[in-house]
């Protein structure tokens, strides 16, 4: 039961099948393991190496290229090379290659999916939710590269006119996180190319994997030399660093965690560069009385729990309406404890790992101090003991107001819950958070959902849904949780600059 409720994007998590040894090697061996520059895989400048584990056992997969400063900026030299001539290329024709590139991917389905269960640990069929939904950025992009309008209009003044035109902002940087490992990829390549930017990828140093893999595909989908270029790295700074000094890079795209996100604004600010930042959230999951509870044990689960709650959009605090609280946490619980650990290529694994042993430290040190401070355990509440970085599926009930879990992103899959009386207060303490990116909200009342939906300082909020991710929605945050959009029409606008012509009458 609890099984088919962790549904992704229409992936029922029973569907995985078993992955053998040789698979994973025959797949393994497929991954590029340089760095992509100009056109060509090459060995780090001085031959470094670093190696990418496995978080369901801790044993190495992979070693690759290690990017240096001198990497950097030799994938700077050709980005900026390439620029004037990609600024050019038809839009129709950078759409046709973004399409070749979702043809692929989406070909190549499994073998993306069980890199990403591998390098990352979420289950099979999770990562298969993620290859569709990652591709779908290069099929959406694809299409809107041709519709990138400008504007001519007469002044107000009725003399002369005013026509406004968009252009390529220019070579971009883009940095993305660990866990998606596709989709940050897609979501940026996609209207970055579109809009005729060339780019510079910098992957997180767990997942580069599944990175290298989708460069291998834009090369073979004819994306030209330089246009896009991979500089994996285990010291991220020492890639950023160099190239945000550089006048030449002209965008910084970023989604990560909101304490990098802030030091790169930092850095930023001395070129003036353009940037998108995808940082940090903290989700309110609000469940009123009227609600349907369990449609909201369902969503619950898999705002939770998609992404063993690794995820920007995971609900990190649960406000149900008292009246409704009690029986909402036991099926809630219920379908948490049904849950089955374990590595994401086994057939019967419903949650992976969480990425290393530092981030299930983090995520105990929260429940720990829940507990400590009044919290009860309604299920879960501890580490699994054995190989890989497994945390049980856990419900905490009573949290109170300032307990620090209600504060801090949980990212793993534990699920605070703490009580409201009236709409107004649920109101006020999902608004009480720096954070403002995804939030959730189950009630029957349409009117109710307009109310909150106009008072609630989120990007995004999820009305009786539990996943709202879309290539054609406008994904982003408010606050602290960054800056532009990702996907929907917004999504190509952030690598676009406009430029004004003022045009006499004859
Ligand atoms: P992170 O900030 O540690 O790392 C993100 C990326 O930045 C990685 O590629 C990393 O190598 C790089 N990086 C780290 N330090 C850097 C530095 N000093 N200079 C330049 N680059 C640096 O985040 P993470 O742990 O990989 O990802 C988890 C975080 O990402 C969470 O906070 C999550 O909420 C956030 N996230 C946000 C979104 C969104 O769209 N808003 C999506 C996914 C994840």
């Known amino acids: ?127 298969r939710g993620e290859v569709t939904y990652g591709a779908e950025f290069l099929r959406w992009f694809s299409e809107e590269a041709v519709r990138d309008y400008g504007r001519y209009l007469t002044t107000p003044e009725g003399k002369n006119k005013i026509l406004v035109q968009r252009k390529p902002v220019g070579p971009a940087l883009l940095i993305t996180p660990w866990n998606f490992p596709l989709a940050m990829a897609t979501r ?43 500089v994996s790295s285990s010291s991220a700074s020492s890639i950023s660093g160099p ?36 940082l940090g959230g903290n989700a309110p999951f609000l469940v009123f009385e009227d609600a349907d509870l369990d449609k909201a044990v369902e969503g619950a689960m898999a705002a ?22 009690e029986e909402f946490t036991q099926k809630f619980a219920a379908a948490m404890a049904a849950l089955k650990p374990g590595r994401g290529t086994e057939s019967e694994t419903t949650v992976g790992p969480l990425i290393d042993g530092g981030a299930r430290k983090d995520v105990h040190a929260l429940v720990t101090e829940a507990v400590s401070s009044g919290a009860t355990v309604a299920t879960g509440g501890d580490v699994v003991e054995g190989d890989g970085y497994f945390y049980q599926p856990t419900v905490l009930a009573n949290v109170p107001n300032d307990a620090e879990i209600l504060r801090n992103e949980i990212f793993g899959p534990v699920a605070p819950v703490t009580t409201f009386a009236t709409e107004e207060e649920a109101i006020r303490l999902a608004n ?39 290539a054609a929605a406008p994904f982003g945050g408010v606050k602290q949780s960054g800056l532009g959009r990702e996907g929907g029409a917004e999504g190509i606008d952030e690598y676009t600059t406009v430029q004004y012509i003022g045009i006499a009458d004859p």
């Not at 992704?8 to 992509?36: C, F, I, M, Y």
């Not at 895989?41 to 400063?69: C, H, M, N, Q, Y």
């Not at 930017?197 to 030209?224: N, S, W």
């Not at 000094?245 to 560069?273: E, I, M, W």
């Open 1 to 127: 039961r609890s099984r088919s409720s962790v549904r992704l994007e229409g992936v029922d998590v029973s569907e995985t099948t078993a992955v053998t040894p040789e698979r994973e090697q025959e797949l393994l061996a497929k991954v590029p393991t340089g760095l992509l520059i100009n056109g060509e895989w090459r060995e780090a400048t001085g031959g470094k190496k670093f190696t990418v584990e496995d978080p369901a056992t801790g044993k190495p997969l992979l070693e690759i290229a290690d990017g240096t400063s001198e990497d950097a900026i030799a994938a700077l030299d050709a980005a900026d090379a390439a620029q004037a001539a990609w600024a050019r290329t038809a839009p129709r024709e950078r759409g046709e290659i973004l399409r070749r590139a979702f043809d692929i991917v989406t070909e190549r389905a499994d073998d993306f999916a069980l890199l990403m269960t591998l390098e990352m640990g979420k289950p099979l069929a999770e990562s």
């Open 432 to 470: 009480a958070s720096e954070y403002g990116l995804a939030s959730y909200l189950y009630t029957r009342d349409y009117a109710r959902m307009f109310r909150v939906a106009e008072q609630i300082e989120f990007g995004m909020v999820g009305f009786n849904a539990g996943v709202i991710s879309n």
């Open 304 to 325: 939770k729990m998609r992404n063993m709650g690794e995820a920007c959009t995971a609900a990190n605090r649960f406000l149900v309406q008292e009246s409704v609280a």
């Open 188 to 230: 940026k390549v996609g209207p970055a190319l579109a809009a005729g930017c060339t780019a510079i990828i910098k992957p997180a140093k767990f997942t580069p994997l599944t990175t290298q893999l989708f460069a291998a595909v834009l090369v073979e989908a004819g994306v030209p030399a330089g246009v896009v270029n991979v």
């Open 243 to 278: 190239l945000m000094k550089d006048s030449r890079l002209r965008k910084v795209s970023f989604t990560g965690s909101t304490p990098v996100g802030q030091r790169l604004l930092a850095d930023a600010a001395q070129n003036v560069l353009r940037t998108s930042m995808e």
